[in-house]
């Protein structure tokens, strides 16, 4: 259960490393390949998660490694939304100093 909700993480975030705006800004910013190679590193932990679902049931050191894998996952997805939230301010800020200036 507790990895079904963690594989749910994983693909929210791969959909937002995958954004437009994430790319965008990724581009301007300079960390687009940043991005991808999260991106690519959160795909493989997705695959590999049904398999370590499996084994924990046997094996106490992949019940271990899930939940460090957990506490990773859930810190680069509180990581990723404190960053969409920076841009989204920026922007917004973006256009109310446009429209002070506009005044």
Do not use: P
């Not at 749910?8 to 991005?35: C, D, H, P």
């Not at 049904?50 to 939940?67: I, K, P, T, Y």
């Not at 509180?78 to 920026?90: A, Y």
Request: glycine content about 4%; proline content about 0%.
């Amino acid at each position: 259960m507790a990895e079904a909700i963690l594989y749910g993480v994983t693909q929210t975030i791969i959909e937002r490393l995958g954004s437009s705006t994430l790319q965008q800004i990724g581009s301007i910013w300079g960390v687009k390949a940043k991005f991808e190679k999260m991106k690519n590193t959160v795909s493989t932990i997705q695959a590999i998660l049904q398999d370590a679902e499996e084994q924990q049931v046997h094996n106490l050191q992949v019940r271990d490694w899930l939940m460090k894998l957990r506490d990773a996952v859930f810190d680069a997805d509180d990581l990723l939304s404190e960053f969409s939230t920076h841009v989204l301010r920026q922007r917004v800020m973006g256009v109310i100093e446009s429209c002070t200036l506009l005044d």
